[in-house]
DNA sequence: AATACGGTATGACGATTGTCATGCGCCGGT
DNA sequence: ACCGGCGCATGACAATCGTCATACCGTATT
């Protein structure tokens, strides 16, 4: 028997797929969770073998769990299932360790192997990204990030300056530097790249 | 029996609903669709009861779908399932006639009841957004919604202008009145708005 | 027919953004 | 101890963007 945790935010497909999991003979969902912060816990109190998980979800993502489930209980598997096929999101996801990384995208029946297969040990990617996982790494310095995220936001450059502790001109360099790095023309694009990349 | 054809891109939440609903012996998922092309065939063949259907897909969105349905069979009525709370979204899907706009947010287990509900003539709306329905209408007038919607993308108002065949200061104009239409401070906070309000 | 109005279209002008040269401090290699 | 490289920080200058005044054309109202 394969017990399972499960932290998902859209509640209907938290729902859903608990319901077809629980289906199968071999696996049980021991906890369900909207949160990563309320998966913790669960985690903490069940012991599961396995911890599937979505990435963005509010407080604490699903990147953050893997990382602290990787030291907390490293003898426990976990399985990515996201929206995004993000270079970036796999990366950091193998890095911290995790057994698989599929996609919602990943048709329905698929889903009870994939579990079998990372609680046996081995490794699930969804096939979309296998190839893209080592391409570009993340040019980007902790503060172009920071600088990025706002300007992605709209917030003028003056504003990220006050925000940050910034002249004005500081930030328009930031921003500079990252739009050349990422050879966007301007800060919308390098915001959507960098995004599209897992680097935000 | 209720009779049902689903359309949802997300394999795994199309199978995962699929299955769920498929649990109750009242209903029955007669079609499964992973875009709006696909549904519309399918409900031509199927004649189901009802419809329930995701927004954002390729080819054909779901409130195109509903437009089309309230035409091609009046009869056949429609749930509409997405992860968007944007009034303009919801504005448009009650003009076309659905009988019921649920959130993915939803607990799983209000489904089948909403469905039952709908399918009864009753209508359901995701209580989130009860209120918010007949709040602000979309000011913009065309050009301005094509324009932000190229200014969104990073594209700059040379090429805009290139691409629409207007001047660049034409292009500036039109994002100047959106802008301000908006009460937004820039093109990047006017397009966001005008985005979560569902009017692009 | 005259008028008012809203959408389309443009260019001038000031404001904001993007680029570049420059300097500082911290680390790792020699 | 010295250098080279990198991240951090800034201001001057150029390029792009945002605002405004203006004008034309349909169409709805009087």
Do not use: C
């Amino acid at each position: 028997m394969i017990r399972i945790v499960l932290a998902e935010d859209q509640k209907l497909l938290l729902g859903a797929i608990g319901a077809l999991l629980d289906l199968d003979d071999d696996i049980e969902v021991v906890g369900r969770a909207g949160s990563g912060d309320e998966a913790r816990e669960l985690i903490e109190s069940q012991s599961p073998d396995l911890v599937i998980s979505d990435i963005e979800m509010p407080g604490m993502t699903g990147l953050e769990l893997a990382e602290w489930l990787a030291q907390a209980q490293p003898g426990t598997r976990m399985l990515i299932l996201t929206t995004f096929a993000r270079p970036g999101y796999l990366r950091r996801a193998l890095e911290a360790g995790v057994g698989g990384y599929l996609l919602k995208e990943t048709p329905a029946d698929k889903l009870a192997d994939a579990v079998r297969r990372v609680h046996r040990g081995e490794r699930v990617i969804a096939p979309e990204l296998a190839l893209t996982a080592f391409d570009a790494r993340d040019p980007l310095t902790e503060r172009e990030r920071q600088v990025l995220r706002l300007a992605g936001e709209g917030i003028s450059n003056a504003a990220i300056g006050r925000r940050l502790h910034l002249a004005e001109g500081t930030v328009r360099n930031y921003l500079s530097e990252a739009i050349g790095k990422l050879n966007a023309d301007n800060r919308i694009e390098a915001f959507r790249i960098a995004r599209d990349q897992g680097w935000l």
